[in-house]
């Protein structure tokens, strides 16, 4: 089994008169190929956990290495373009520039790092029609339903063919049918090959979609290890 994520000794504190730390000595290996979920009460360390894999955020002692790039040791240059090759996120609330249309929201990533525009086009519009949205290409995101505004973000998130895809509650804004449609896209990547760290407050979504579950508590693993979950 590769591992595509380590986490060794991890504390990450906001702050130095932090009395609490948002994560506290995590140690954690997520596989190359799997959807991991991650869940916990609010303040668990979640959403901390997620940006300092991101490279978003550094933590304040331990390592983390993702796809072999230790992060701890890269400038923030380097950080940047570890974002824009490695790594792909989706967010609960799309964060789509709302000025661009729906393929030119999806090309940012591709910009950003340099790809030819031909080639980009070519790869955005691939996408689009991939996840079934293609006639969407010219809309804004405030023509767009909320399901529909979600695709755009994952086409976006997996512009780069990044080696993981972070989700940050990609189901949260969306209602019950648009969540399913939305989770099922991300199993069909999964199933593709993609990994995948999903953050996710309904253990429906880690029973039905995860291969691993990872619970945290005040920043901490709530078990020994991850636990795995039945795949339905």
């Not at 304040?60 to 790594?87: F, H, M, P």
């Amino acid at each position: 089994m590769d591992i595509l994520v380590e986490l060794t000794d991890v504390t990450k504190r906001y702050g130095s008169s932090a009395s609490q730390a948002a994560l506290d000595g995590l140690s954690l290996r997520i596989a190359a190929g799997q959807v991991t979920a991650v869940m916990g009460p609010s303040g668990s360390g979640k959403s901390t956990l997620l940006n300092l894999v991101a490279g978003l955020d550094r933590p304040t002692r331990g390592t983390i290495t993702v796809d072999g790039v230790q992060l701890n040791r890269l400038s923030e240059t380097a950080l940047a373009r570890y974002r824009r090759q490695r790594v792909g996120l989706i967010f609960q609330f799309f964060n789509l520039l709302n000025n661009l249309t729906a393929l030119d929201n999806v090309l940012i990533p591709a910009e950003l790092a340099g790809v030819p525009r031909r080639q980009a086009m070519d790869r955005g519009r691939q996408l689009l029609e991939q996840l079934g949205i293609a006639h969407q290409a010219r809309k804004y995101p405030a023509q767009l339903s909320g399901g529909e505004r979600q695709r755009v973000a994952v086409a976006r998130a997996i512009m780069n063919r990044p080696a993981l895809l972070l989700a940050d509650e990609p189901t949260g804004a969306l209602d019950t049918h648009s969540g399913e449609q939305v989770m099922d896209l991300l199993a069909d990547l999964n199933h593709a090959g993609q990994t995948i760290l999903l953050v996710t407050h309904d253990p429906r979504i880690a029973q039905r979609y995860a291969s691993s579950l990872v619970r945290l508590v005040d920043g901490q693993l709530a078990d020994d290890a991850p636990s795995k979950v039945a795949v339905q």
